[in-house]
């Protein structure tokens, strides 16, 4: 916000006479402008600083400047969203949560369990056998053994540090929903962060005793070098970028088995690509982004598992659509009864471990075993009416099953490919 005021985007809300659009593009442009600034302008840290503050008491016009940016922002980010096939009840930011800020921190003064340090006042979160001091260096700075830095709640300008607008967040969370649970999704950078929240919200009461407050760290997506997955400038690549790239090598796949101009089943096959390429490693693990390996039709990938579903349903369309009760009578039948048994399974395990990686890898088998029975066995043209109705109705269990796990990975599931 301060680059944008400096460049002159923000002077129609301080009475000045530009009067310069902030789109998108604007703020891609500023914003690492200002973060490679501020490493070198004491100055303009200071500033962005104080900024901070205003923004937090919803100071004019800081504060109306602010929310028409958030605004650019969300709808840039629901665009895309929707592109994944996902979608939010609530919006809710740091910024909702401010109402609850001075009741949170009352929590901790109330109760005794915040002292001032240097000016900040913090809560002390460590734990036995954590942040023991080993050795003090020449600055006078400590080393210490299993670092546990307490928590901060405002800092010594009087700003309101991060964990306490995620402190805020849980006040106002169980003040609205009371849940059992509250889930929190980022990438593993911030475990001990959250691990120090979670520890001063049980220390103040803020989370009850019977609330799970639970951390989901994710892993990093890597290039194939093994390095965070960038741009050849070396910036980090924009979500939309990589949308782009997989969809237009779905269309370039699509076109080899001739189907063109068919945008729609592009983005689901990209996405299915993408989503599936994602969800298929543990969730705490890196992996890497091998574009062809993601996109191809063969092997444990989304389009993969699409083909089969797809394969399927022409089947069962040019069937007579007499199905009979199931009888297994081959190795290749048993396989898809015990792989469809193992699906229903994976659901649980998904739950337990919060990661979808099992289901993933559960609907590749199930797809990989019926498509050994596919191969070996002559469905449509069975003699014995009993035993093809009785392959078809297996036929359609496993696409209703994949059907279902594609609902629970918001996958589109395609009528050709």
């Known amino acids: 916000i301060c680059q944008l005021k400096d460049d002159g985007y923000l002077d129609e809300y301080f009475g000045g006479k530009n009067h310069m659009q902030i789109t998108l593009d604007t703020l891609n442009e500023e914003y690492p402008k200002a973060s490679k600034r501020k490493e070198v302008d004491p100055e303009f840290k200071k500033r962005a600083l ?54 949170t921190i009352d929590a901790f003064t109330n109760q005794n369990l915040a002292r001032v340090s240097d000016g900040a006042l913090v809560v002390d979160v460590a734990q036995e056998g954590e942040n023991i001091p080993t050795k003090q260096l020449e600055d006078g700075s400590w080393l210490y053994k299993n670092p546990m830095p307490p928590l901060m709640l405002k800092k010594s300008d009087d ?3 991060y964990a306490t607008t995620d402190l805020a967040t849980i006040v106002q969370r169980n003040e609205m929903f009371n849940p059992d649970e509250i889930i929190y999704i980022t990438d593993h950078r911030q475990d001990q962060h959250f691990v120090q929240v979670f520890r001063a919200a049980k220390l103040a009461g803020i989370s009850p005793a019977h609330q799970e407050l639970v951390h989901i760290s994710f892993g990093t997506m890597n290039g194939k070098d093994g ?10 690549i924009k979500f939309e970028d990589i949308i782009n790239m997989i969809k237009k090598s779905a269309n370039d796949k699509l076109i080899e088995n001739g189907i063109e101009n068919n945008e729609k089943l592009a983005l689901d096959i990209g996405v299915a690509a993408l989503k599936f390429g994602d969800l298929s490693n543990v969730v705490s693990k890196d992996y890497i982004f091998d574009l062809d390996k993601f996109i191809s039709f063969e092997g444990k990938t989304g389009p993969y598992l699409q083909y089969t579903g797809a394969r399927i349903k022409s089947l069962l369309d040019k069937s007579d659509k007499k199905l009979k009760q199931i009888n297994i009578e081959t190795l290749d039948e048993r396989n898809i009864i015990i792989n469809l048994i193992k699906l229903l399974e994976s659901y649980g395990v998904c739950k337990q471990e919060n990661s979808f990686n099992s289901l993933c890898l559960a609907c590749y088998n199930l797809a990989s075993s019926y498509s050994s029975l596919y191969n070996n066995c002559k469905i449509l043209t069975c003699d014995d009416e009993n035993r093809r109705g009785s392959l078809l109705s297996l036929s359609k269990l496993v696409l209703n099953a994949l059907k279902q796990a594609f609902y629970v990975l918001a996958i589109e599931m395609p009528d050709r490919m």
């Open 50 to 103: 104080e900024t901070t503050v205003l923004l937090q008491r919803k100071t004019e016009p800081w504060y109306t400047a602010y929310k028409y940016i958030k605004e650019i922002s969300i709808e840039k980010i629901k665009e895309n969203y929707a592109k994944l096939n996902c979608f939010f009840d609530l919006w809710y930011g740091e910024s909702d949560a401010e109402p609850y800020v001075k009741q």
């Open 159 to 161: 700003a309101d540090a």
């Open 227 to 236: 390095k965070a997955f960038k741009t050849r400038s070396g910036d980090t």
